[in-house]
T-cell receptor, first 113, second 109 residues
Framework: EPEVTQTPSHQVTQMGQEVILRCVPI?????FYWYRQILGQKVEFLVS????????KSEIFDDQFSVERPDGSNFTLKIRSTKLEDSAMYFC???????????FGDGTRLSIL | AQRVTQPEKLLSVFKGAPVELKCNYS??????LFWYVQYSRQRLQLLLR??SRESIKGFTADLNKGETSFHLKKPFAQEEDSAMYYC???????????FGRGTQLTVWP
């Protein structure tokens, strides 16, 4: 069964550095999402992406965040200047059509030092 | 505002006992409700969605619009059901999910 894949599984970065989290959604999926989960807290929506543009973003997704689909397979989340509070598990998800459920990747654990 | 509440952070039952994981929601329109499960060190996996009205791994969940609830039930819990369970809500076709904080279910032998 096809899966959403995320790399790396764990990223350790110094505060203030840029970080790029990578996701390969399932190949025929059209809707893409990023979520994050700070340790001990809820899974929170960051951004959704459809038809090569952001379709919705949360209040968390400020100017420090950006997403790209640079080619036909990758979907990336960039944090421009990381802060300690960006430490979290970041999940990528995708779905094929509007009325289909989202499929999640294993997540990337981001640790900011 | 959209909100999903899972009142129990931890739930423990013995094998063979019934289990119910509670989920309440608030949403002004007609949401779609989901249960996702996360087994130890694995990804979030869809367990159930209310529109499909099916039973997966013996679990069922009924949407009660009057009580704004979507509780997950299983009549006889198994040890392999031990996992983190998340209730989630989607209110739009774009599909943004609102998650509850999760309930860690432990099934003792």
């Amino acid at each position: 069964e096809p899966e959403v894949t995320q790399t790396p599984s764990h990223q350790v970065t110094q505060m203030g550095q840029e970080v790029i989290l990578r996701c390969v959604p399932i190949s025929n999926h059209l809707y893409f999402y990023w979520y994050r989960q700070i340790l001990g807290q809820k899974v929170e929506f960051l951004v959704s992406f459809y038809n090569n543009e952001i379709s919705e973003k949360s209040e968390i997704f400020d100017d420090q965040f950006s997403v790209e689909r640079p080619d036909g397979s990758n979907f990336t989340l960039k944090i421009r200047s990381t802060k300690l509070e960006d430490s979290a598990m970041y999940f990528c998800a995708s779905k094929r059509e509007e009325n289909q459920p989202q499929h999640f990747g294993d997540g990337t654990r981001l640790s900011i030092l | 505002a959209q909100r999903v509440t899972q009142p129990e952070k931890l739930l423990s039952v013995f094998k063979g006992a019934p289990v119910e994981l509670k989920c309440n929601y608030s949403y002004s329109g007609s949401p779609e409700l989901f249960w996702y499960v996360q087994y130890s060190r694995q990804r979030l996996q869809l367990l159930l969605r209310h529109i499909s009205r099916e039973s997966i791994k013996g679990f069922t969940a009924d949407l009660n619009k009057g009580e704004t609830s979507f509780h997950l039930k299983k009549p006889f819990a198994q040890e392999e059901d031990s996992a983190m369970y998340y209730c989630a809500l989607s209110g739009s076709t774009l599909g943004r999910l609102y998650f509850g904080r999760g309930t860690q279910l432990t099934v003792w032998p």
